[in-house]
């Protein structure tokens, strides 16, 4: 049987970036203090210059513009095509990145996971929508006014976050939202 639980976004905790060129607000991670001892993290991070990111060796990243007009990514020497809103976009955490903003500040969701220790799959979804997941945890993101999911309401960047399930989940979504499945890793 899965435990449930709704992270709402005014209660997210706010932290430095390892960098310390910026800020995160924590959505939710499975294990770990700080920026040590995850095997996933989930975040929202405010971008309001062109710059490095972080690294996070043996990590992988997948990374979304959630608002502003977007940003152009750089990954080990090699420019990206631009990464326009609600776009996922992975590479590998120990990867030298920086960032180019398009028009102006942005925000972006971040999906950070070891490899080694989680499989994931991360998709955007919009309307009214149904999904079967044998993935341990699930998680789902809001990124509208309301989302609707599993009898609770979600408001904008709000999470909602499933965990031990051991069968087949059936979950139906309503409202524009980031689907994320992670199961430990064979």
């Known amino acids: 049987m899965s435990s449930m639980k709704v992270w709402r976004a005014a209660d997210y ?4 970036w390892k960098n310390g060129g910026g ?8 294990a770990g203090e700080g920026l ?3 095997g996933w993290r989930l975040s929202i991070a405010d971008i309001v210059e062109s710059g490095g990111f972080s690294t996070f060796a043996g990590y992988q990243r997948i990374i979304t513009v959630l608002q502003g007009s977007g940003m152009v990514l750089t990954v080990d020497g090699e420019e990206q095509l ?5 776009q996922p976009f992975p590479f590998k955490g120990d990867s030298q990145v920086a960032c180019r903003l398009i028009g102006g500040p942005i925000r972006d969701f971040n999906l950070i996971y070891s490899p080694q ?4 799959r991360l998709q955007w979804m919009d309307g009214t929508q149904r999904f079967f997941s044998a993935a341990h945890t699930v998680l789902v993101f ?13 408001n904008r960047h709000d999470c909602l976050q499933l965990d031990g399930n051991t069968g087949l989940l059936d979950v139906s979504v309503i409202g524009r939202c980031c689907v994320i499945e992670l199961t430990a890793a064979a």
């Open 13 to 16: 905790i706010r932290m430095p």
């Open 117 to 120: 220790r989680y499989q994931a």
């Open 142 to 154: 809001s990124v509208a006014d309301e989302v609707k999911v599993l009898g609770e309401r979600l």
């Open 82 to 86: 631009g990464l326009l809103p609600l």
């Open 36 to 38: 040590d001892g995850f």
């Open 23 to 30: 800020s995160t607000e924590e959505i939710t991670r499975d």
